[in-house]
């Protein structure tokens, strides 16, 4: 073991690390991170980066956002804490509903908040089967998401999840009302000499050869990221979402869309969904809905949902879901001021101005030795490591190529996301274009030690 700070070592005596190999960590050690500024962070000793992955693809606005600041401590001195339950509300909560009703890519009769994107997408699926129970369609209870999606950690949003670490040794429950389609990743998964809309057309027979494997009647809905983030930064082939919606409006099945990374600017337009041309029943949203200065998660929900869940009420006597902390007065008024921020600095449409920077430069990683593809929208990227670049041959997973190569990139002074052998790039939304070529310098350094 390297020599550890005192602060490591308390770490690594002390703490659980979510979503990490707890026995390779523990050679590397923890980076502690004390302080943030705009783009940059600084960690215990003293060393700066520009944060690649905003946090985890939520610090829309940055670090040290004096708006944000303010309205947190402002809201934390007027009223703390109150909550939704049992028809208590309080004015931020109101506010953000109203506003996120205007926004939404979808028809909205409410808003109900969660604290986390895990929690939206669990509380997507409950309100799915609630939905189903309270028309009278009992059977109609399955939800079909893709290989690779990633929708959170919950049982039920793990069960979403199409990623095998969510599901290995958890033993999650209700495994039959949970389905996988073919993932939309076209440089791993189409066949030789196979177009984008070849493989859409192709992938969209599978979702419709598995609903009618299942019986369309027992399909509840289908979820989908518009670019999926923690699955590989995978874009969706030319025509996909226009054939998979086609097919889903033939089985009257709901299609949810899981905008808690695209949501808010990420692909250059407010929702992804208006990027590539889904016109979803529901959204889920977290993560940049407040810039993530606090938690929080939130689910649109339709008129005719509403109304089932309204007759439910009237026969079961209450809408027995909600979170103590769903909707906190502190957490709605920092989504309030973040959607002012994002709407008065017209941030859409500054990540369109700058994104073709972004993309010209992470599309020129292509011809770096290790990099299989390179594939992003907006400000979001995804770097494919490959030990055999003609024949797309991966590298043997025990090696770790992406973790060794995310820990030469930090020595460069830039924090990504391996996932696997793929570099998550995604950027505060605020970055500059001297930013930007500062990122991707940092980058190819990184990518050039790790050869
Ligand atoms: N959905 C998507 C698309 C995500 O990327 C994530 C987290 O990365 C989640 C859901 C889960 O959100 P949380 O970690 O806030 O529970």
New binding site residues.
């Given amino acids: 073991m390297p020599p550890f700070q005192p602060d490591q070592q308390e770490d690594i005596a002390s703490l659980v690390h979510p979503y990490t190999n707890l026995s390779t960590f523990r050679e590397s050690g923890p980076t502690i991170l004390t302080s943030g500024e705009g783009v940059y962070v600084t960690d215990s000793e003293g060393n700066r980066y520009l944060e690649g992955l905003a946090g985890?693809?939520c610090t829309a606005l940055g670090y040290g956002n004096e708006e944000l600041i303010e309205t947190a401590k402002e809201q934390l001195s007027t009223l703390s804490f109150t909550h939704l339950f049992g028809g208590k509300s309080h004015e931020p909560a109101i506010e953000l509903a109203e506003k996120l009703k205007q926004m939404a890519p979808c028809p909205v009769s409410k808003v109900f908040f969660t604290c986390?994107?895990?929690?939206a997408?669990d509380s997507q699926v409950k309100l799915a089967w609630y939905y189903n129970n309270a028309r009278g369609k009992p059977e109609k209870k399955k939800i079909i998401s893709r290989v690779k999606a990633?929708?959170?950690?919950t049982i039920a949003?793990a069960s979403l999840t199409g990623l095998p670490n969510n599901h290995l040794d958890f033993d999650l429950p209700y495994g039959d009302r949970f389905l996988h389609t073919s993932c939309p990743h076209h440089y791993r998964f189409a066949e030789a000499g196979e177009s984008e809309l070849d493989f859409s057309a192709r992938l969209a027979e599978d979702l419709d050869a598995l609903i009618n494997r299942e019986g369309p009647d027992t399909i509840a809905a289908f979820i989908a990221?518009p670019v999926m983030?923690?699955g590989g930064v995978i874009v969706p082939p030319e025509g996909y979402f226009e054939v998979i919606q086609a097919v889903l409006a033939k089985y009257d099945i709901l299609f949810i869309a899981?905008e808690?990374?695209t949501g808010f600017g990420r692909l250059g337009t407010m929702f992804g969904s208006e990027a590539l041309g889904i016109e979803p029943d529901s959204i889920?949203l977290?993560?940049a809905l407040t810039s993530a200065y606090a938690p929080l998660?939130a689910v649109t929900v339709s008129e005719p949902v509403y109304e089932a869940m309204l007759d439910e009420s009237e026969k079961i006597g209450t809408f027995g879901h909600g979170f103590t902390y769903g909707g906190h007065p502190m957490s709605a008024a920092l989504g309030v001021k973040t959607l002012e921020i994002y709407e008065r600095e017209n941030i859409a449409g500054r990540v369109a101005k700058i994104a073709p920077k972004f993309q010209a430069r992470l599309k020129a990683l292509s011809d770096h030795p290790l990099v299989g593809e390179a594939r992003g929208m907006g400000l979001i990227g995804g770097l494919e490591l490959v030990a055999d670049k003609a024949t797309k041959q991966p590298f043997d997973p025990k090696q770790f190529v992406g973790a060794k190569a995310a820990a030469l990139i930090q020595k460069e002074g830039l924090i990504i996301r391996p996932i696997g052998d793929t570099i998550g790039i995604c950027p505060p939304l605020i970055i500059t274009e001297d930013q930007i070529d500062e990122l991707f310098d940092a980058l190819h350094r990184g990518l050039d030690a790790a050869e």
Avoid: R, T
């Fill in positions: 985890l693809w986390s994107g895990s929690e997408n990633y929708h959170g950690v949003s990221e983030g923690a899981d808690v990374i889920s977290a993560k998660g």
